[in-house]
C-alpha cells in the first residue's frame, strides 16, 4: 500500500526510512506490542504510520500537537491514502468547548426567559451585542460542524464562553433539551464510526484521566510529536484551581437561585483567593496550601455545596431550559468540589504550585512522575472498578459511561525524541521496540552545524554585546534569510533593537521582524516572502515552523535551552532525581529543543544553510555536549566562524 500512495504523490520518491518506519509499527500492531520511533525530518512518517494502521484494519486514534499535523494528516495524507482504500473513513474530534452549543444559544436568544441577559455575560463585560448574537445565530443554522474554528470572525474569548460549554459543565445530552442536535455529540458520533481519528494530544490526556470515557474504543493510539507527551499528559492529568474558576460558577448560578447572596459570596471568594495567591506566584507549595488560602478554599467549599442544595430545590415547571440550567450548575459544582477537596488534601506524588500573573493567579498541581501516572491509566491500571470510574468521571459530559478500552499499541513517533523518554513513561520495556530510521536529506553536504566557541560564558555581561557583534556578522553574510532564537523576551528584544539600528547602516535591504510585531502566522507568512528578513523570537517558534526554499538560510540559537531551575514541577522532578537531576531532567528536554530548534533549517532535499548556536558550552562542556550534539542533525561541524560566513557568502552568490 506505501508503494502505491507515494507513487501517487507528486515528486514521490523511494525512502527506506519511511519504509523500515512503516513496517516497525505493522510488526507492532500485529503483535499487539509498542514502537517508539525517531523519523528525521523528510522520513514522511505521518504516510507511514497511517498506512501501517490502515493496512491492519484496526482502529485507531492519531494525537498530534499542533493544529497544522492535525490539517494536514486530514486533508493530504489520508485522502491520498483513501484513493487506494476506497472505504477508508476519518474524523477529527475536538474538545468539547471548541463547538458552539445549540442550548446556550437558545437561552441567549430567548426572549421570553427572565435570565436572557445573565446567560451572555461576562464580569464587567456587559451583554453580549445584538449584532454578534445575530451573526451567531446565522451561522449555527448554516454550519455543519458548530467548530469555533470555521468562524470568518474570531469571536472574543467571553463571547465563546457564553455560547459554549466545557467539559466540566455540560451535564450530558440526555439532559439537555439539544442533545439531539448538539454539534459536539454530532462530532462524537462522526469519530464513533470513524477508522481513524485525529485528535489533539491534550484531549487524548483527558480521555486517560477519565479512564477512557472522552474518545471511542480503539486498538491503536499515535503519538506524533511525541517529545511533547510528557508536558502534555502531565498537565491534563493535573488540574489549575483559581479565581476565575468560582467566577465562572457564579455566572452560570447568576438568576438561576434566588439568593444573591451565594453568588455574591462566590464573587467574594473569588476576589480573596487572588488576593491570597498573587504574592505565591512562581512559589513552589511544598508543605502545601498556606491556612488563608485553605480557609478560603474550604469557605468555597461549603458556599458550593449550599449552591448544589439551592439548584436540587429549583422546580423546573415543564421548562427543559431551566433543568438543563440546574444539571450544568450541579456538574460544575461537582467538578469544582473535587478539585478543591485535592489541593486541601494532595495526593502522594503531586506537585503543587501557584503559576499566572499577580492579576490572574493559579493554583496548579501535576504528578511527580508522568510515568506513574500512565502505569496507572494505560500500561496497567487496575481493572476492578475502572467501568465504573468511567462511568463517574466522564468529563467529557456526553453521560454515556462508555466501557472503557484501552489500546493494545502505542506508538511514539517524532523528528526528536528525547533520551530515555520510554523508560520515564515507563512503556512496558518487555513489548517496546526502538528504533531510529534517520532522514533522507543529505545533512553532511548541505548543512553545517557552527558553534561560536570564542565567545564569553553566557552567564556573563560580555556574552550580550558579543552575541550582537557575531549576529550582525552571520546575517550580513546571509543576506537576511535568518531565524533568530532566544532562550527568553530580554535577549530577543535587545538583540532585534542593536541589529534593527546596526543593519540599517550595514545593509539597508535586511529588515529586522521580532514575534509579537504581528500574529505568528503573518510573521511567518512575511519572513518566507521576504528573502531579505530577519525574524528574531523566542520558544514559541523553535517548532511548527516550516520555511523551505532559500528565505531561511541561517538559524541562530543564543543559548542552550536549558529550563529554567526555579520552575516548580522541573525543580521537584530534579530533587526526586538526587544526582541524576541534571541528567534526567534538564539536559533530554535541552538536547530536545535544541534539535527541534536546528530542525528549522532544512525542510526539503534542496534546502542549504548554516545553524549557528552562539553559546560556547557547545564546544566546551565535555561532561554533556556530545549528548547535545548526537541529538542533533548529522551536519559538518565548525568552531570557525570564517568557515560559516564563507558557507553562506557562498550560498547566497548561488543562482536560484
Known amino acids: 500500500m506505501l508503494d502505491d500512495v507515494c507513487s501517487a504523490m507528486p515528486a514521490g520518491e523511494d525512502r527506506p526510512g519511511q519504509r523500515a518506519m512503516t513496517v516497525a509499527i505493522a510488526d ?35 494525537a498530534t500537537a499542533t493544529k497544522a499535523l492535525q490539517d494536514q494528516l486530514a486533508t493530504s495524507d489520508l485522502p491520498a491514502i483513501a484513493a487506494h482504500v476506497p472505504s477508508l ?85 440526555a439532559k439537555c433539551p439539544r442533545g439531539d442536535d448538539c454539534f459536539a455529540e454530532a462530532a462524537r458520533r462522526r469519530a464513533a464510526s470513524a477508522d481513524v481519528v485525529i485528535v489533539n494530544t491534550h484531549l487524548y490526556g483527558l480521555h486517560l484521566r ?79 496550601v498556606p491556612n488563608d488560602v485553605a480557609d478560603v478554599l474550604g469557605r468555597t467549599r461549603q458556599r458550593m455545596l449550599e449552591v448544589a442544595g439551592g439548584a436540587r430545590k429549583i422546580e423546573d415547571r415543564g421548562s427543559a431550559e431551566i433543568t438543563t440550567r440546574v444539571a450544568r450548575v450541579l456538574t460544575a459544582v461537582g467538578a469544582a468540589v473535587l478539585d478543591i477537596d485535592a489541593v486541601l488534601t494532595p495526593a502522594d506524588g503531586t506537585v503543587m504550585w501557584v503559576s499566572g500573573t499577580d492579576d490572574s493567579p493559579r493554583l496548579e498541581q501535576a504528578p511527580l512522575d508522568v510515568g506513574a501516572t500512565l502505569d496507572a491509566l494505560l500500561w496497567d491500571p487496575p481493572t476492578t472498578g475502572l467501568e465504573i470510574a468511567a462511568a463517574s468521571s466522564d468529563s467529557d459530559g456526553d453521560g454515556d459511561g462508555d466501557e472503557a478500552h484501552l489500546p493494545d499499541t502505542v506508538v511514539f513517533t517524532s523528528a526528536t525524541i528525547p533520551v530515555g523518554l520510554a523508560e520515564r513513561l515507563r512503556v512496558p520495556a518487555d513489548r517496546v521496540h526502538e528504533l531510529d530510521v534517520g532522514t533522507p536529506f543529505d545533512f553532511a ?48 528584544n535587545e538583540a532585534a533593537d542593536a541589529l534593527a539600528e546596526r543593519l540599517a547602516t550595514v545593509d539597508p535591504e535586511i529588515e529586522v521582524l521580532r514575534q509579537g510585531e504581528l500574529p505568528k502566522q503573518a510573521l511567518i507568512d512575511r519572513f518566507r516572502a521576504e528573502e531579505t528578513t530577519v525574524l528574531a523570537a523566542t520558544m514559541g517558534f523553535w517548532a511548527g515552523i516550516d520555511v523551505p526554499g532559500p528565505s531561511l538560510t541561517l538559524v541562530t540559537i543564543d543559548k542552550i535551552p536549558f529550563p529554567r531551575p526555579d520552575e516548580p514541577l522541573l525543580q521537584a522532578r530534579r530533587e526526586a532525581a538526587a544526582a541524576q537531576g541534571f541528567a534526567t531532567v534538564d539536559l533530554p528536554r535541552a538536547a530536545t529543543m535544541l534539535a527541534q530548534g536546528a530542525g528549522r533549517l532544512i525542510r526539503t532535499a534542496a534546502d542549504r544553510g548554516v545553524v549557528a548556536v552562539l553559546d560556547p558550552r557547545l564546544a566546551t562542556a565535555a561532561t554533556y555536549r556530545w549528548q547535545l550534539i548526537s541529538a542533533l542533525p548529522p551536519m559538518r561541524r565548525t568552531k570557525d566562524p570564517e568557515e560559516a560566513l564563507a558557507f553562506l557568502r557562498d550560498l547566497v552568490a548561488e543562482p536560484h
Not at 446 to 464: G, I, M
Open 28 to 62: 507492532a500492531v500485529a503483535s499487539e506490542s509498542h514502537v517508539v520511533v525517531t523519523a528525521g525530518t523528510g522520513t514522511g512518517k505521518s504516510l507511514a504510520y497511517l498506512a501501517a494502521i490502515v493496512a491492519s484494519g484496526r482502529r485507531a486514534v492519531v
Open 89 to 173: 473513513s476519518w474524523a477529527v474530534l475536538k474538545g468539547r468547548s471548541n463547538y458552539l452549543c445549540r442550548q446556550r444559544l437558545d437561552e441567549l436568544e430567548s426572549a421570553t426567559s427572565q435570565l436572557d441577559l445573565d446567560l451572555g455575560t461576562s464580569e464587567a463585560r456587559g451583554p453580549i451585542p445584538a449584532r454578534i448574537r445575530a451573526r451567531l445565530v446565522r451561522w449555527a443554522e448554516s454550519t455543519d460542524s458548530g467548530d469555533r474554528a470555521e468562524l470568518e470572525e474570531e469571536p472574543q474569548p467571553w463571547v465563546w464562553s457564553a455560547v459554549s460549554v466545557g467539559p466540566r459543565e455540560c451535564p450530558g445530552a
Open 210 to 288: 477519565t479512564h477512557g470515557a472522552v474518545l471511542p474504543a480503539h486498538d491503536v493510539v499515535v503519538f506524533d510529536e511525541a517529545h511533547e507527551v510528557e508536558d502534555i499528559v502531565s498537565a491534563t492529568t493535573g488540574l489549575e484551581l483559581g479565581p476565575g474558576s468560582l467566577t465562572n460558577l457564579a455566572r452560570l448560578t447568576s438568576g438561576l437561585i434566588a439568593d444573591d447572596a451565594l453568588t455574591d459570596g462566590l464573587h467574594e471568594d473569588a476576589a480573596a483567593l487572588g488576593r491570597c495567591l498573587a504574592p505565591l506566584v512562581g512559589s513552589r507549595l511544598r508543605r502545601g
Open 445 to 492: 553536504e548541505h548543512a553545517l552545524l557552527y558553534c561560536a566557541a570564542h565567545l564569553p560564558d553566557p552567564r556573563s555581561a560580555a556574552f550580550a554585546p558579543a552575541t550582537h557583534d557575531e549576529l550582525e556578522r552571520l546575517i550580513t553574510a546571509a543576506g537576511g534569510r535568518t531565524l533568530a532564537l532566544f532562550t527568553s523576551y530580554r535577549a530577543m
